[in-house]
């Protein structure tokens, strides 16, 4: 069975950093471009980041453009997001989603994806 399963939300306080995991189990990471989404309450669901199958790519969000950064190690079957100078409107489920044909080239795309994590609650809070 496929899954992806993140972990390492939290609370943490503005300013503060976070590093989101997403896991792969039942398939390799390797040939699949990975993309992290995000939804607060009440809102549509937003894309994020997103990373190409060899990690030679990476698009992000306007939102998040120069506190977060996307990598992965396919060693470890494992994408990662960094998030730096979290801002309560960063507060939401975050989401990591594959599919065999999702790609990511220009933007944070929402098509083909095929497989979604739980998710992992982030809140930014003082």
């Known amino acids: 069975q496929l899954q992806l399963v993140e972990s390492g939300g939290g609370l943490v306080q503005p300013g503060g950093s976070l590093r989101l995991s997403c896991a792969a189990s039942?398939?390799?990471?390797?040939?699949?471009?990975i993309g992290w989404f995000r939804q607060a309450p009440g809102k549509e669901r937003e894309g994020v980041s997103c990373?190409?199958?060899?990690?030679?790519?990476?698009n992000y969000a306007d939102s998040v453009k120069g506190r977060f950064t996307i990598s992965r190690d396919n060693a470890k079957n494992t994408v990662y997001l960094q998030m730096n100078s979290l801002k309560p409107e960063d507060t939401a489920v975050y989401y990591c989603a594959a599919g065999e044909y999702y790609y990511c080239s220009g933007y944070v795309s929402h098509r083909y994806l095929e497989v979604w994590g739980q998710g992992t609650l982030v809140t930014v809070s003082s």
């Open positions: 039942g398939f390799t990471l390797d040939y699949y471009a």
């Open positions: 990373i190409s199958s060899s990690g030679s790519s990476t």
